[in-house]
């Protein structure tokens, strides 16, 4: 059973550092699972992008199907992320095996995507896991994202964890609310609503 507080029905970010822009996502959670409609328009290294997604979960917070909808000045695409909950996936109808084993889509655009990991795994203050994804570039490619999760003591009533991801050779304090959606995401993003 989830232990996060109920989901807002709107929430906001305001990217920063890495690319300009901002990004807004309509939720709902019930007995079946999460649904996020999110949209993102933003400039990154000069080139501005508008993404449009729409996410559902299973009740065990385990990506079921993800639709993302990209603009770029040089092209636009329509993308269907499929998982089956255990680990297997397609991507448009094409079976993905170099995603075996992942149960999150992440997308490269979007702050609240890292949210999905969190309400799944539910860490205890001191537990750390694994958290590959199904991560999805700005350009539309799916690739496979190893990443993990190592939840931090924290004071207020939200999370903390301490991320890493060793391809992009990142590592950082990521603070959520108690809901589990990220508040600050270092270089990235940060909560606006």
């Known amino acids: 059973m989830d232990r996060h507080a109920e989901l807002p029905a709107v929430?906001?970010?305001?990217?920063?550092?890495?690319?300009?822009?901002?990004?807004?996502?309509?939720?709902?959670?019930?007995a079946t699972g999460l649904r996020l409609e999110g949209h993102v328009s933003a400039v990154e290294e000069g080139l501005p992008h508008a993404v449009r997604y729409v996410i559902a979960t299973d009740a065990r917070?385990?990506?079921?199907?993800?639709?993302?909808w990209g603009r770029l000045p040089e092209r636009t695409y329509e993308l269907s992320v499929e998982g089956d909950g255990e680990?297997?996936?397609?991507?448009?109808?094409?079976?993905?095996?170099?995603?075996?084993?992942?149960?999150?889509?992440?997308?490269?655009?979007?702050?609240?995507?890292?949210?999905?990991?969190?309400?799944?795994?539910?860490?205890?203050?001191?537990e750390d896991a694994p958290a590959p994804a199904a991560y999805v570039r700005l350009d539309g490619a799916v690739e496979?994202?190893?990443q993990g999760y190592v939840r931090l003591p924290h004071d207020g009533a939200g999370e903390r964890y301490d991320y890493t991801?060793?391809?992009?050779?990142?590592?950082?304090?990521?603070?959520?609310?108690?809901?589990?959606?990220?508040l600050d995401y270092p270089g990235i993003a940060v909560r606006a609503y």
């Open 165 to 182: 991801s060793p391809r992009f050779d990142f590592r950082g304090l990521l603070a959520y609310d108690a809901a589990g959606l990220i």
């Open 11 to 30: 929430a906001a970010w305001t990217q920063r550092d890495a690319r300009d822009g901002f990004e807004v996502v309509f939720m709902r959670a019930d």
């Open 144 to 146: 496979r994202l190893e």
């Open 61 to 68: 917070v385990r990506t079921r199907n993800a639709r993302i």
């Open 87 to 126: 680990g297997t996936w397609t991507v448009d109808g094409v079976a993905a095996p170099h995603l075996d084993g992942v149960l999150d889509v992440d997308l490269e655009a979007s702050a609240c995507t890292n949210a999905l990991p969190v309400r799944r795994l539910a860490l205890s203050v001191g």
